[in-house]
């Protein structure tokens, strides 16, 4: 500071705000950018910014929508502004996007804030606050991917000043407008850029919730089943849902059913056994016997699991919902996840198998049955030999003649190196005798 106006400021300002609630605005505002001029070449900022919010706030309650933007865009512009003048009176206007009930005043107070705040790296949290309001106004229009683009200009990861709960916040609205847009490509990205361990700290609650249930509907576009899974695990494990028992045993009967609706592999086996330890599955059973039933050796007939557990796992949207063909590709997946376990089952158990024991055993027909037992051999789940003409599955795998060989030789040797042990240890035992003798 140059030079100090507080006393000066003191004295005019509520005279000239005595001027203006007189009805002469205009004279008002004319003295006070006078005294502005002064108080910003002494670089007084307190002063200023004391003048500069003052003027909009008397523009402001006078209803003046022009002489406010007019004036908005002065300030901004007047030579050798100080930084955090700007910044505070775009914070003090910005309150007043909430007041104003004329939607169209609104959106060019809003307009005028966003030219002011453009390329401005010193109020670049305002811009994306405002940005972030715009998109919402055209959310509500209707204008969901005019809105989705309007948000994606701002890449808050860059902003160091912003607080790490309001740039999650904003990544998170980013998702959404993209899921709403349908742009999973772009929600995959945006994704990337919040961390997964900093949702574990106990002020991100909220937003890990959300933002799993933002990855869910990513990854049931593509179906993938254990990714969900994992994601439904997550909300489970935060200690916000812990204390409610009707929202952890609503997730965890999620992770049940999405585990089995899951794709055998080891990771999947590997997870849905993590899960059957949960000592809180047994409270509820329905989910319990379900989860048991995949992962026991024995097999399960469709009819009577549909029966048993329609009406338990019909409850969540996933299974109720039905599409344009009156079908629900879930229940669809957990027959196959059904009948893919009963040949994992039947390969166990059998060497050979006719098709139409197969088939009685699948609840199946012969061609269905064959279809099935094909994709598990292509994803290397079984191995499996089928001879058409018999009619005869074999799930033995023959050994190659060159591995029989190899074999052979591996026991000969290890033969050999049996005798020669024991021919060692019989010497020696002789040589101790003879000298005890």
């Known amino acids: 500071m140059q030079e100090d106006f507080s006393a000066k400021v003191e004295q005019l300002l509520p005279e000239q705000i005595k001027i203006a609630k007189a009805g002469k605005l205009e004279e008002a505002i004319e003295n006070l950018l006078a005294l502005e001029k002064q108080t910003r070449q002494g670089e007084d900022y307190h002063s200023t910014t004391k003048l500069a919010t ?3 706030k008397l523009c402001f309650e006078a209803q003046d ?3 406010l933007n007019d004036n908005l ?3 901004a512009k007047r030579r050798g502004q100080l930084r955090t003048v700007v910044q505070d009176f775009v914070k003090e206007a910005m309150t007043y996007l909430d007041k104003i009930a004329d939607q169209k005043i609104r959106m060019e107070l809003l307009d005028t804030l966003r030219q002011i705040t453009e390329g401005k790296i010193y109020v670049e949290i305002e811009r994306a606050r405002l940005t972030k309001i715009l998109a919402k106004v055209k959310e509500d229009e209707g204008k969901i991917a005019e809105a989705a683009d309007i948000l994606q200009e701002i890449q808050v990861e860059t902003f160091g000043q912003m607080d790490k709960v ?6 998170l609205e980013q998702m959404r407008l993209c899921l709403a847009k349908k742009d999973y490509i772009r929600t995959q990205i945006l994704s990337n850029k919040i961390s997964r361990k900093m949702l574990n700290d106990k002020d991100f609650q909220d937003l890990k919730i959300r933002f799993f249930n933002y990855m869910v509907a990513y990854f049931a576009h593509d179906g993938k089943y254990l990714e969900i899974c994992k994601c439904y695990q997550n909300i489970y494990d935060t200690p916000k849902i812990q204390e409610n028992e009707a929202e952890w045993k609503r997730y965890l009967q999620l992770v049940v059913a999405f585990v089995c609706l899951a794709p055998f592999d080891n990771e999947q086996h590997d997870l849905a056994n993590r899960i059957n330890e949960d000592k809180k599955l047994s409270q509820i059973p329905e989910y319990k016997n379900l989860l048991t039933a995949f992962l026991t050796q024995e097999l399960m007939r469709w009819p009577q699991l549909e029966k048993s557990y329609a009406g338990e796992l019909n409850r969540h949207s996933f299974f109720s919902d039905v599409g344009s063909d009156g079908k629900n590709q879930f229940w669809i997946d957990l027959r196959k996840r059904v009948v893919e376990h009963n040949i994992r089952v039947i390969a166990a158990y059998y060497s050979r198998i006719t098709y139409k024991r197969l088939s009685q055993l699948l609840d199946l027909p012969a061609n269905d049955a064959e279809k099935f037992v094909s994709d598990l051999v292509v994803g290397k789940v079984i191995y499996a030999k089928m001879d ?11 050994k190659d003649p060159n591995e029989f060989l190899n074999e052979w030789s591996s026991n000969v040797a290890d033969l050999l190196n049996l005798v020669e042990n024991t021919c060692h240890l019989i010497a020696r035992e002789n040589m101790v005798h003879k000298i005890e003798a």
């Open 388 to 398: 058409r003409p018999t009619g005869i599955i074999s799930f033995k795998k023959k």
């Open 73 to 75: 865009q002065l300030l």
């Open 65 to 67: 929508w022009k002489r």
């Open 54 to 56: 003052n003027i909009i």
């Open 166 to 171: 309001e740039k999650t916040d904003f990544i």
